[in-house]
Each structure stands twice: as C-alpha cells, then as structure tokens.
C-alpha cells in the first residue's frame, strides 16, 4: 500500500484528446510533484507545487497544464499530446520542498501513458 | 548545478552475494541530503536509505548501507547477502536547497 495514489495506471490517448492524470497523498505532506521518466533519461521533474503554490516549472510544454486544488490532490491535465510524450509519469510528495532539510520524497507508482 | 553520476548502467549478481553501487555527486553546498531509491519492476519508487552530509557516520537499513566519502563526493550503496526482491533500477539522489537531483540509475539483477 502506498501512501501517494495514482490514476489511472495506464493511459492511451490520442493525439488530439484530452485527459487527466490524477494523484492522491494521504501523508500529511505539503509539498507535490510531478516527474516524468523516459527510457534511457533520467528522471524528469516538471512541476513542484508547495501549499498549492506552483513553485517550479521546468520549461515544460504548454499541453501539460498541473492543477493543485489544495495540498493532497494534484492533477496533470493533457491536451495535444505528441508521441514523445509516452512516457511513466510519476507523482511524488514530501513535507517541505527543501531537500537539504531531509525532507524525503515519497514516489507513486505512477501513470503509464502512451500517446499514438 | 549539481550533478549526480551513477557510472554502472547495469550490473548484476549472483543471490547472496554483496554488490556495490558507484554514485558520485558534484556540488558546492555544505548542508545536503544524499538518498537511494529502488524502483522494481512494479515501478513504484521507494527509498532505501539516506545520509545527511553532515553525519559522518555511514547510514545502514538492514542488508543496505552506504560508505559516504564526503571529500571525495562519493556515496555508493552496498547491499549485502543479496536478494531476488533486490532486482531493480536504484537511482542515486542529492537533496541540496533547490529540487532533489537523481542520476541515471543501476539496473540490478540478482540472479538465482
């Protein structure tokens, strides 16, 4: 059992479609992530959001849109999608968004998508 | 920028042997975090275990523990009396001020 949730596992979509990708943390934490992991790349954070606040986007296109309605709920909406965008999409969440504090993310087990 | 460097792309290993993995990390900060995480092949990510830089002694969790070489910006994982539940991907991580910064990871297999 995982204290970060994910839906749904497993995602196809259109190029032209628009869908959500949905997280759940039921830890407490403060602060969410979105990550994106490809075949062969490192992991890829996208968005941090702290207290609902977006505190970081890097540079990520415009068809993800994040949605942080309060601190235990993150949504990654996806519209316009292109092939290289299948990818995992993992979710994480962590009390603070300071590692140097200690404060240690806590991963789920995330969301394959697969845009054809 | 700071940089984590895992050099073995692949490595594996015989069940209950001891494996080792290399993680280096290039950074100017004095006060950091260092962590390991396994993801298997159910690709949920997990931690195995973390070191503050400012403790000198090594951290263990069981078969895990590290040897933390803070000069040379070292921090590989040794796990010992290995498994087959140890077969995974295991990224290194630094958690300096800014966002955690993962390597590229180990793909582990431990073979029966």
């Known amino acids: 059992e995982t204290g970060v949730t994910q839906t749904p596992r497993h995602l196809v979509m259109g190029m032209t479609n628009k869908k959500s990708l949905k997280c759940e943390q039921h830890?407490?934490?403060?602060?969410m992530y979105w990550y994106k992991q490809s075949a062969k790349k490192p992991l890829e954070l996208m968005f941090v959001y702290s207290l609902e606040e977006r505190v970081e986007n890097n540079s990520v296109p415009s068809r993800f849109s994040p949605e942080c309605p309060n601190s235990s709920h993150l949504f990654l909406h996806l519209h316009t999608l292109q092939p290289e965008d299948s990818a995992l999409y993992l979710c994480a969440s962590s009390q603070g968004v300071t590692a140097s504090s200690g404060n240690t993310i806590y991963f789920g087990e995330g969301s394959w998508l697969t845009v054809v | 920028a700071q940089t984590v460097t895992q050099s073995q792309p692949e490595m594996s290993v015989q069940e209950a042997e001891t494996v080792t993995l290399s993680c280096t990390y290039d950074?100017?900060?004095?006060?950091?975090?260092l962590f390991w995480y396994k993801q298997p092949p159910s690709r949920q990510m997990i931690l195995v275990i973390r070191?503050?830089?400012?403790?000198?002694q090594n951290a263990t969790e069981n078969r895990f523990s590290v040897n933390f070489q803070k000069a040379a910006k070292s921090f590989s994982l040794k796990i010992s009396d290995s498994q087959l539940g140890d077969t995974a991907m295991y990224f290194c991580?630094?958690?300096?001020?800014?966002?955690?910064?993962f390597g590229q990871g180990t793909r582990l297999t431990i073979n029966p």
């Open positions: 950074t100017s900060e004095s006060n950091y975090y």
């Open positions: 830890l407490g934490h403060n602060a």
């Open positions: 991580a630094f958690g300096g001020a800014q966002k955690l910064v």
């Open positions: 070191q503050e830089a400012y403790k000198q």
